[in-house]
Nanobody, 123 residues
Framework: QLQLVESGGGLVQPGGSLRLSCAAS????????IGWFRQAPGKEREGVSC????????NYADSEKGRFTISRDNAKNTVYLQMNSLKPEDTAVYYC????????????????WGQGTQVTVSS
């Protein structure tokens, strides 16, 4: 059974950091492009970052450039999202998703999804 599981969310103060993990089971994550998305209450799901299957190519939404870093360890079947300088507007449920093609910020283009992890940035 193909499964993605996110972890690492939580409550953090503005300016703080979190590292999210996306672990795969039932398939080889290294064959897939992985995207991170987030969805805040009342808002549409939006693309945050994406990394190619090899890790050689990464993309970020403009608001995340310089603050977030995506990486992957295919040996551990895991993708990470390091989030620094967090802001209250980063509060959302964060999801990872997989697709066997190039990076895209379009959520419906992804085939497999995790259940999400809550990130709350508040003082």
């Amino acid at each position: 059974q193909l499964q993605l599981v996110e972890s690492g969310g939580g409550l953090v103060q503005p300016g703080g950091s979190l590292r999210l993990s996306c672990a795969a089971s039932g398939f080889t994550l290294g064959a897939y492009t992985i995207g991170w998305f987030r969805q805040a209450p009342g808002k549409e799901r939006e693309g945050v970052s994406c990394i190619s299957s090899s890790g050689s190519s990464t993309n970020y939404a403009d608001s995340e450039k310089g603050r977030f870093t995506i990486s992957r360890d295919n040996a551990k079947n895991t993708v990470y999202l390091q989030m620094n300088s967090l802001k209250p507007e980063d509060t959302a449920v964060y999801y990872c998703a997989a697709r066997p093609r190039l990076c895209t910020p379009i959520a419906v283009a992804y085939d497999y999804w995790g259940q999400g992890t809550q990130v709350t940035v508040s003082s």
